[in-house]
């Protein structure tokens, strides 16, 4: 799996609210503690890391035609991957991918989307009952809820009814932490096997993060999760909206592979749970070893996925974290590791 070797220290998972029914960590010197870890997170220099060989990079696309529906009957002959512009060998190819999912659930919380809970969380129900009730017994999904604070409801399982439970103690009021939210879930997510993905249900407002839409989308291209942004509209006319929180959720889900959704509630929202599921059950797996790439200062390689036929689109995530021209010998040089391959001083 493409990554960056190992990254930005000082930053740790801090869960909450781990069980449905614990206690919240509730200490002020706690709150303050997370709040100046996230806030250094994009200050802190990378640490000193081991060279070591180039791994397999991970791509997962989705293809769609004109009337937009998902193509799932392509060869891999007919993908071409490009790092950095030259085109890679696809070494591995997997159709309608059945590697296990790791689906994690942000919901917010915020007072601004207070209103509308009872219909994302009883929507979000049955997208877990639909994905955990079908597919990879491996699959596993995690509950988060955001307001000014960030909780891990629950973590990674495939027990449904459990699942269930804690989305009923979901509550907030207050803030929104929405950036917050997803880097700490993409940090928890990272060492996960196989797919990941971010689903994020809110209406795009942010107001209380430590840090920025960069650095979460940062942390997302580093685990290689791929995000899904349910973009809930309280209000409809635009000039009462926030706009730009929403592109900023346009911006984060183009940049991992993902797309936004901007569903009305009931219906609506239930056909979004099953558009994400389907296309969850609709991916190519790609993967490639990095060969003859040019290397710029910039450690971010850009990836770029085709098909031959011009009609089709493709998704999937524009670049991952890799070697930077000038990186030599370094001892700090950053370098794309699999998680088994990371080392560190």
Known sequence: MAKSGWKESGTAMFRWLAEPGAATLAAAAS???VGTALSGAAQTQPPTVFRTKVSLVHVIASVKNPQGELVGALQKSDFHVFDNGAEQEIAVFERQTSQPLSVSLLIDA???TAKDLKYETDSATKFLHALLSEGNPNDAASLYSFDDQVREVRHFTHNYPSLDAALKLVHGSGGTSLYDAIYLASR????RQGRKVLVVISDGGETTS????QAALKEAQLA???VYPV??????N???RNT????ALIFMSQGTGGRAFFPSYGKGLDKTFADIITELRTQYYLGYYPRGVPLTKNPFHKLEVRVGSPDLQVSARNGYYGEAEGDGGSSDARIAVSPDGRKKK
Do not use: C
């Open 188 to 191: 928890d997510i990272e060492m």
């Open 238 to 240: 635009e000039a009462g």
């Open 31 to 33: 709150i303050a503690i």
């Open 231 to 236: 973009v809930v509209l309280p209000i409809t």
């Open 244 to 247: 730009g929180g929403e592109h």
């Open 210 to 213: 430590n840090i920025d839409v």
């Open 110 to 112: 915020s007072g601004s």
């Open 224 to 226: 290689d999760a791929v």
